[in-house]
């Protein structure tokens, strides 16, 4: 297999009749999905959506794919598809059409449901969708597509073939072989095999499961689960899952009615996907199950389920206010049961276990993965992902949507079938696999960073910025003020030293105030001094001064005023 992490050059420009493959998102992380296909000048995007921000990057609210590999290139776009309606595949759409408008997106009806109130939320116009279904066949330029049934943890999802002058790729988007799906929709191998045998030149697959053996637990065995959870409950359940799960919701709805009970959507997007999904038929809402939250809380405790988001330990999710007790009208306490129904995304384990022991503390039995079968994933382990391999015979594969482990191990999985080593692309974000004549090869590398959303700012701000957040959060903040005259070589006024975030009181700097001043006084000696030089000579005492007696390195913020 071929390891791309040793620096790469840019990739050299594309000759004729090639097609270049570039993911700016999901090879490394589990979440904002994109990847870029080029061909004669023309350009197909396959996916779009968001990434959510961990710990370390504090304040920020959303992450988007780098767009400037294509930013200057935009009216070359012929289309884009979306194969599922998961935020990690559809949340960055509005911030691409920002850019360009009327780029026509093509995806299932659900999919494309989802997408609808989010252009109408960031005010998009002349948007163009196009609503596609599995066995559709459209033309964009140089590239024919077929869509494909595929069985995931939403319905309507879709994976695409493509067709090209340069070959073939057929893309999984995220993906499992269910055989008994409570939708009834399989994933279709026959259209698989029959791509097969036509052959398929890149097979861009699903990873994030491919660290499990065997296969994924069918959907159904989380009813009768999630019914036993229900009828045990003696007071009010709180159920934590995806805003777009509808099978899920669908099987609390179920539950609820056997056991008599009413259910509240919290949260906006729950209630908006829901609503979507039913109107579509995707969600079978038994008559009278669902109350408002005011008329929930004229019901018992033991009549009550919200079903809430915020499975992942989101802060500012309904179920993490839940946990804080900040919720407006929810409340938990002994008695009640929560049910986590949904997986633990990796890089959000401390903040799901924050909220559960949150939970625990104001006395809910908490139910989740870890000690109840509440949950199946939604992609392919390792036995589905053989068999995959199997039926296809791929010429080439690219691992996509995973961390650098999964797709290591689902390289590994391709290279058991006989797929030569050699022909596994282990690409990560911003690496170029170009496919010519069935032949792929690694051809260079282009800048893919993380574009940070932080309230109405997209991409401005950067890692240092983001440096300088966590040492406020861990280290805190000192501040130097002092007032001088640089003509006459004088300090006016100061320094003055102050500090937010740190356990000393201010009172601790007496001890080297005297040390800075003289720091300052010879800087104002200096013929070139400026008000920029006396800063950074308050900085360097105060600095060494405070990691060697306090054992700290917290921001320092030394200003020098000139009179």
Known sequence: ?????????????????????????????IGRNMTVFELNGQLLI????????????PGVDLILPDFSYIEERLDDVVGMVLTHGHEDHIGAVPYLLKLRGDIPIYGSELTLAFVRPKLDE???????????????????????LEFV?????????????????AGTALITGDFKMDQLPLDGRLTDLRAFARFGEEGVDLFLVDSTNAEVPGFVTPERE??????????????????????????????????????????????????????????LGFLDIPDDVIVTSKQIAQLGPEQRVYM?????????????????????????????????????????????????????????????????????????????????YNIIQPRNVMPIHGEVRHLVANGALAVKTGVPASNVMLAEDGVVVD?????SSVVGAIPCS????????????????????????????????????????????????????????????????????????????DPEADTYSCQQAMRRVIGRWVGRKLRRRPMIVPVVVEQ
């Open 1 to 29: 297999m071929m390891s791309l992490y040793d620096s790469l050059p840019k990739p050299a420009n594309l000759e004729p009749d090639t097609l270049r493959v570039v993911p700016l998102g999901g090879l490394k992380d």
């Open 46 to 57: 396959v996916d779009c959506g968001v990434l959510f921000p961990e710990e370390i990057q």
């Open 122 to 144: 960031h005010r998009i116009e002349g948007f163009d969708l196009n609503v596609v279904a599995a066995g559709d066949r459209v033309e964009l330029g140089g590239f024919d």
């Open 149 to 165: 049934s595929v069985t995931h943890s939403i319905p309507d999802a879709l994976a695409v073939f493509i067709r090209t002058v």
């Open 222 to 279: 989380i009813g009768p689960v999630l019914e036993d959870v229900f009828l045990r409950a003696t007071g009010q359940i709180v159920v934590a899952s995806f805003a777009s799960h509808v099978h899920r919701v669908q099987q609390v709805f179920d539950a609820a009615v056997m056991t008599g009970r009413k259910v509240a959507l919290i949260g906006r997007s729950m209630e908006r996907n829901m609503r979507i999904a039913s109107e």
């Open 308 to 388: 809430a988001t915020g499975s992942q330990g989101e802060p500012m999710a309904a179920l993490g206010r839940i946990a804080r007790g900040t919720h407006r009208f929810v409340e938990v306490g002994p008695g009640d049961t929560v049910v986590f129904a949904s997986s633990l995304i990796p890089g959000n384990e401390n903040s799901v276990y924050r909220v559960i022991n949150g939970l625990t503390r104001l006395g809910a039995k908490v139910v989740h993965q870890a000690n109840a079968k509440v949950h199946v994933s939604g992609h392919a382990a390792a036995g589905e992902l053989l068999y995959c």
């Open 435 to 439: 496919l010519k004549d069935g032949e």
């Open 450 to 525: 993380y574009i940070y959303v932080d309230g109405r700012s997209v991409g401005e701000l950067d890692e240092s910025e983001l440096q300088d957040r966590r040492v406020l959060g861990s280290e805190g903040f000192i501040s130097i003020y002092a007032v001088v005259d640089l003509e006459h070589e004088m300090i006016l006024s100061g320094p003055t030293i102050k500090s937010v975030g740190m356990a000393e009181e201010d009172s601790v700097f007496a001890e080297i105030e005297q040390d800075v001043r003289d720091a300052l006084a010879t800087a104002l000696e």
